[in-house]
């Protein structure tokens, strides 16, 4: 069984760098959701895909961020320019359109910007 | 913002049922419960859901009140694998709706 998967799990970079991420989710899942997590706190949404459509983006998803699901396949997030509140965990989940619409979760990226 | 709430904490003994209880006063008809759990460093994992009748499934049992306004997420024999932050969320029937976190529970499972 092949959960969601998420490449790097860590990564650390120097402020105003810019940083991609990506994200494979469960291979018949139409759905991808983009969450950010800091420390203390319950994930919050950044955006969402159903196949390669962006539908939803959430107001934190500043214009440094981009968000981009290709083939509605995989996904990649990118940073521009990273400040060092954008140091957090990055989570990636899937689901399948119809419900119970279960979301899955990969194990996240966590972000430091130094 | 998210439209639950939950106690910030509880303890819970090996093998004893963990009940966690959640109030979502405001509920709408078209939205479900759902609960989710985060282990330390993994990501959120889902646990159940339901609408108005109680539900069981091989991780747990969650309650609904008949005026949908709480809910009791019930762990039956809690294990030390247990212990994370559980999440009550209220979701919308239609469409993708993404899931709004509150703070959870942070349940502890004692030995």
């Known amino acids: 069984d092949t959960g969601v998967s998420q490449d790097p799990r860590h990564k650390i970079t120097k402020r105003g760098q810019n940083v991609t991420f990506r994200c494979d989710p469960i291979s018949e899942h139409n759905r991808l959701y983009w969450y950010r997590q800091t420390l203390g706190q319950g994930p919050e949404f950044l955006t969402y895909?159903?196949?390669?459509?962006?539908?939803?983006k959430s107001r934190l998803l500043s214009d440094r961020f981009s968000a981009e699901r290709p083939k509605g396949s995989f996904s990649t997030l990118e940073i521009q320019r990273t400040e060092q509140g954008d140091s957090a965990m990055y989570l990636c989940?899937?689901?399948?359109?119809?419900?119970?619409?279960?979301?899955?979760f990969g194990p996240g990226t966590r972000l430091t910007v130094t | 913002d998210a439209k639950t709430t939950q106690p910030p904490s509880m303890d819970c003994a090996e093998g004893r049922a963990a009940n966690l209880p959640c109030n979502h006063s405001?509920?709408?008809?078209?939205?479900?419960v759902y609960w989710y759990r985060q282990i330390h460093s993994q990501g959120p994992q889902y646990i159940i859901h339901g609408l108005k009748n109680n539900e069981t499934n091989e991780m747990a049992s969650l309650i609904i009140t008949e005026d949908r306004k709480s809910s009791t997420l019930i762990l039956p024999h809690a294990t030390l694998r247990d212990t994370a932050v559980y999440y009550c969320i209220v979701r919308a029937i239609q469409g993708a709706q993404k899931l709004v976190f509150g703070q959870g529970t942070r349940l502890t499972i004692n030995p």
């Open positions: 895909f159903q196949n390669e459509a962006q539908l939803e």
């Open positions: 989940a899937s689901s399948l359109a119809g419900l119970p619409d279960e979301q899955y």
């Open positions: 405001t509920i709408s008809g078209n939205e479900y």
